[in-house]
C-alpha cells in the first residue's frame, strides 16, 4: 500500500509563492505518475501538473503553465509543487496522487490510485 502525504499550503498574497511537497511512502514501483490534483468549494477537481517517476516528464493544466513547475526527488521519495505568481483563483485544496500505470491518462482524477490528504491553499487579492 502507498501513502501520500502532502505539506505546505498555507495563505499568501497575490503574486506570492509556495511550495507544495509530496511525501510516498510503501513499496517501490518501476513505472507511475505522480499528479497534483486541486478543488475549490463548489467546484469539479482538477488536474494541475503530473510527473513521469521515470524520465521526469512533467504535464502541466494550461491555468497553470508557465507559474507552476512540478519536480520530484527520487532518493527521498518526494514530489513537489513550486506556485509563483499566484492567483485568488489558484486558492483550492491540493491533492497529490499517484497513478500505478502511467500509460493511462494523467490528467483524469479517476485513472489515480493512491490519494493524499489534501492541503489547503488560499491566495488572497
Known amino acids: 500500500q502507498v501513502q501520500l502525504v502532502e505539506s505546505g499550503g498555507g495563505l499568501v498574497q497575490a503574486g506570492g509563492s509556495l511550495r507544495l511537497s509530496c511525501a510516498a511512502s510503501g513499496r517501490t514501483f518501476s513505472s507511475y505518475i505522480m499528479g497534483w490534483f486541486r478543488q475549490a468549494p463548489g467546484k469539479e477537481r482538477e488536474f494541475v501538473a503530473a510527473i513521469r517517476w521515470s524520465g521526469g516528464t512533467t504535464y502541466y493544466a494550461g491555468s497553470v503553465k508557465g507559474r507552476f513547475t512540478m519536480s520530484r526527488d527520487n532518493a527521498k521519495n518526494m514530489v513537489y509543487l513550486q506556485m509563483n505568481s499566484l492567483k485568488p483563483e489558484d486558492t483550492a485544496v491540493y491533492y497529490c496522487?499517484?497513478?500505478?500505470?502511467?500509460?493511462?491518462?494523467?490528467?483524469?482524477?479517476?485513472?489515480?490510485?493512491?490519494w493524499g490528504q489534501g492541503t489547503q491553499v488560499t491566495v488572497s487579492s
Open positions: 496522487a499517484l497513478e500505478l500505470d502511467d500509460r493511462w491518462r494523467y490528467y483524469s482524477a479517476g485513472e489515480y490510485d493512491y
